[in-house]
């Protein structure tokens, strides 16, 4: 993958889950946007907050910048049971040109593409029924899963038998493990299934970003 453009007049709004990934991207120097703005991590569970977020950093973006890439999922991440018909890229289009988003269902799509996913389940999780994670899942837990308690959780992750599977391509969760191994073994058995990390590459998310960039007028990707 090779970053042929800039990102420097573009601003970024993304799902606070995924900052490590962005800011690992930024790190790396492939995005050189000065604009990166998150909202808090795990609001799906609490969609009238993330509308008010989202609306708040794209205001801010747009003082920035005339170009704005929102970094939510389109299918998962905003449902809303009073509105149906109201979805994530409803949101996108009432702010007018100039604001986009990148295609993808959820952040764990966001890292990896369902194809992707299912060769990984079938290699590590005999095919079994996985539960997806990013990086953002295991250090924003508290966000993520704000309101859960044992028995939620009793209800949600045991049957999936494949376990839980992070997509991991910025070594986060090898590290988290090291340094704090007793942890790592709670959240494991809060969940009642075992925690595995899975290392990537961040190159779908790369051209993720870069596909939405191309969208815009005067983009200097090639």
Known sequence: MINNGSFSDIAIVSCGTLSLELNYLKKTSFLDSEHLFFTTPGLHEDIHQLERQLLQRVTKAKERTKKVIIVYGGKFCYVNPDEPTRTMQTIIDEQGPGVTRIQATHCVDVLAGEPERQKISEEVADSEKVWWMTPGWIKFRYHVFKDWDKGLANEN???????AIVLDGIGFVENYMAEK???????????????QPYSISLDRFKSLLMESAILFPTCSFS
């Open 181 to 195: 191994p007793e942890e790592f073994l709670e959240y494991s058995d809060w969940m009642g299934i075992p925690i």
């Open 157 to 163: 992750f045991p049957r999936h038998t494949g376990g």
